[in-house]
């Protein structure tokens, strides 16, 4: 599918406030639709439909605090200095 000049123009007067139309607006805007018609080709028949998220309602974990490493473990890990249980990393000031 190609898109033709006056299309364009027309798209862009009443979609956008844009001041010029740049020429490669209209090879990006073809490439797009272009791109749109092979992805309706996609069979999609087997994909059930998502959720609008107009109506979405978040499903938060609770917080819980979990200590599954060690210090020491993380700690072990470096090649940095260790001052006083902690990591020494370089000054990057």
């Not at 994909?47 to 974990?61: D, G, H, K, Q, Y």
């Not at 609770?62 to 210090?71: F, S, T």
């Amino acid at each position: 599918m190609t898109i033709k000049q006056e299309q364009m123009e027309n798209i862009i007067k009443n979609l956008s406030k844009l001041p010029n139309i740049d020429p490669k607006m209209f090879d990006d805007t073809a490439k797009i639709i272009d791109h749109m018609k092979i992805l309706e080709e996609v069979d999609t028949t087997w994909v059930e439909p998502t959720i609008s998220v107009s109506n979405f309602s978040a499903r938060l974990r609770k917080d819980v605090e979990k200590r599954d490493i060690e210090a020491k473990d993380t700690i072990s890990c470096t090649n940095h200095k260790i001052i006083a249980n902690q990591i020494a990393v370089p000054s990057i000031m």
